[in-house]
């Protein structure tokens, strides 16, 4: 078997592929923006490329899109058809950028055929076709007004139905959301993905916010300096973390750096600052005692003053704490380092704590 077969093979989604990337780099001059990055996505799978700035997010819709073409890549397959020869306009696959691109000298309903009118479709049938896209992001009640007489959360949805009205068969969404204040992104997130379920399509989705990616993905892809750091479900990447970067970047406020003592099964103690804690191993390589390896724990499963026989107890001493409305955040001072923990339905953090800890099943250890 080729090293191509075995990459496709370990790749193999349950559902048919709709996108098949594989060892795709890309150079900007000396820059390697992509590095190695195989991406497969199903039909119909909302598949999300999160990262920080800079990882290569953008670089990668845009070689499955053509507007850029990738120094090397084995493979690159919309709907199973070979298109590294061509050009991004004979592409299946439509962007939606987060700054709309729509024309202000048309109405809604002339931007939404827009597509359609190129591709020479009959003026009854595009204006049939696009009225039913306005309808499924609920604006044909205005699709006779100008772009400029809208809201930023209406053109989003406008941007949108124009994308999916030519029925591409991946849509690539490049941060959609981010140029929308907080409440509209919440209530749009929501809509994307019944606007998605509804139409079946596979969407690609960037963004930076890990929150969104938990909210909307079937599958996530974490990106690091034009790799992938992490790839799985939301839940693979929320409570598996395989290393500290993930850790971090998925919001686990606690990671300790140590050294592997002891393994037994998929538990884990590490040496940290004095102690040894024991967690569930969530790391790619095989565990040894005497590798390094850190340990993360979630504020919120940082018990105060444990009485039970939790497996990793830590003298501590109150140094502050934040109420940040849902929560109240408390920072505690241990031999370990400092310790964060999060309680949901406190203003004020309980007097007297001596103690923290939490149990090992409650938290992860990991490759560094
Ligand atoms: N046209 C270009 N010329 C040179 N370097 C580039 C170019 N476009 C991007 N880069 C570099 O390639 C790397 C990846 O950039 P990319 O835009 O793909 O990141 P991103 O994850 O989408 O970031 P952001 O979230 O800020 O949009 C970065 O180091 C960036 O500076």
């Known amino acids: 078997m080729s090293k191509k077969d075995t990459m496709a093979e370990t790749l193999h989604s349950p559902r048919a592929n709709m996108l098949e990337v594989l060892g795709a780099t890309l150079y900007y001059g000396s820059v390697k923006a992509l590095d190695n990055v195989s991406v497969v996505a199903g039909e119909g799978e909302f598949l999300t490329i999160l990262g920080e700035s800079g990882s290569g997010k953008t670089t990668l819709l845009k070689i499955i899109s053509g507007l850029e073409q990738p120094s090397e890549a084995q493979a690159l397959r919309i709907g199973g058809q070979d298109v590294r020869a061509l050009g991004a306009s004979d592409r299946n696959c439509t962007t939606v950028f987060q700054h709309y691109a729509l024309f202000p000298h048309m109405s809604v309903r002339e931007n939404v055929e ?24 609920r604006l ?5 007004r100008r772009i ?4 930023g ?5 406008i941007a949108l139905a124009r994308a999916f009205v030519t029925k591409p068969a991946i849509l690539l969404l490049d941060e959609p959301l981010g140029a929308l204040d907080e409440k509209l992104r919440v209530d749009m997130q929501e809509e994307l993905i019944a606007i998605q379920r509804n139409l079946g399509i596979t969407f690609v ?9 938990l909210t909307m993905s079937d599958r996530i892809l974490l990106m690091r300096n034009g790799r992938i750091a ?8 929320f409570d ?6 993930t850790a971090r970047f998925m919001g686990v406020d606690n990671v300790f750096e140590g050294v592997i003592t002891a393994v037994d ?4 103690s590490l040496f940290v600052g004095g102690h040894v804690l024991t967690g569930q191993w969530s790391g790619t390589s095989v565990p040894v005692a005497g590798q390094k390896a850190v340990l993360g724990v979630r504020a919120e499963r940082v018990r105060l003053d444990p009485q039970d026989g939790l497996e990793n107890v830590l003298d501590a001493t109150l140094q502050n704490s934040v109420y940040k409305g849902k929560y109240l955040d408390i920072a505690f001072e241990t031999s370990v380092g400092p310790v964060r923990a999060r309680l949901w339905d406190s203003e004020q953090p309980p007097a007297g704590v001596r103690r923290i800890g939490w149990a090992k099943s409650a938290c992860t250890v990991m490759d560094p």
């Open 114 to 137: 827009y597509g359609l009118k190129v591709r020479g479709i009959s003026r009854d049938a595009r204006k049939k076709q696009a009225m039913d896209a306005l309808e499924m992001v």
């Open 140 to 144: 044909a009640h205005k699709s006779e």
């Open 148 to 151: 400029t007489q809208l809201s």
């Open 153 to 157: 959360g209406e053109r989003q949805r």
């Open 205 to 213: 989705y960037i963004t930076h916010s890990q929150e969104e990616a």
């Open 230 to 237: 992490q790839e799985g479900a939301p839940t693979d990447l």
């Open 240 to 245: 598996r973390p395989n290393s500290s970067f």
């Open 265 to 268: 099964g998929s538990s884990v």
